[in-house]
């Protein structure tokens, strides 16, 4: 398994230029907002877990993985062990470049930025525990549709957000005075739980 979670990961040299564009588009565009500066990890992290499943598809990976000794359980098992690990580095990528914006700028809210990348993380994780399930079971083109959706949501709620002027900071404060700092990890580590079992009960029994 950790020979295909190791090829996943060095995928992303294959988009390391698409994610710096990004990463400098939002830049410009954020003007020192924490907000939209962790937005920004949305599109990292899904983008590249989305470009692995193509790759495999156009390669036709899967058919010569399932002969390998617990294959199909290691396919799925790393899909998901590799997107948490491309979370954690776009994770870690947003907080530097915010910490650098603060310093260079001295106008970006370091203790909000973290709490949102905390939570855009989580976000994440549960909007990729709903995706994976659809893509092993009907490919990536058609996950694709699901990706839509969940980017439009994630955009709604963002534009939202911004358009009702609503102090983040309060916003979440308020969260964690009612404890959804505990509440939301636990949704996320339940959906992300059902969703391997999801996905290692349809690609078992998938035929290629």
């Not at 698409?18 to 992290?45: C, E, H, N, P, R």
């Not at 939570?119 to 995706?131: G, N, P, T």
């Not at 994630?154 to 505990?182: C, F, H, P, R």
């Amino acid at each position: 398994m950790l020979g295909l979670i190791k090829k996943d990961i060095l995928m992303l040299k294959n988009n390391i230029k698409t994610i710096l564009l990004i990463a400098v588009i939002y830049l410009i565009f954020a003007q020192g907002k924490a907000s939209q500066i962790a937005f920004m990890l949305s599109f990292i992290s899904i983008m590249v877990s989305m470009s692995s499943f193509s790759y495999d598809a156009y390669n036709h990976w899967d058919t010569f993985a399932c002969a390998l000794p617990k294959g199909r359980k290691n396919i799925v098992l790393a899909k998901y062990t590799s997107g948490i690990i491309m979370l954690l580095i776009s994770s870690i990528t947003t907080i530097i470049l915010g910490l650098l914006l603060n310093i260079t700028l001295s106008k970006v809210d370091i203790q909000e930025l973290l709490i949102i990348v905390l939570i855009s993380a989580l976000i994440i994780i549960m909007i990729e525990s709903l995706i994976y399930p659809f893509i092993f079971k009907f490919g990536i083109e058609k996950g694709r549709y699901i990706l839509f959706i969940g980017s439009f949501l994630i955009a709604g709620l963002g534009a939202y957000v911004l358009k009702s002027n609503i102090n983040i900071s309060k916003g979440l404060t308020n969260i964690l005075n009612n404890y959804w700092y505990i509440i939301l990890p636990i949704i996320a580590l339940l959906m992300l739980i059902i969703s391997i079992m999801i996905s290692l009960h349809i690609y078992k029994n998938k035929e290629f």
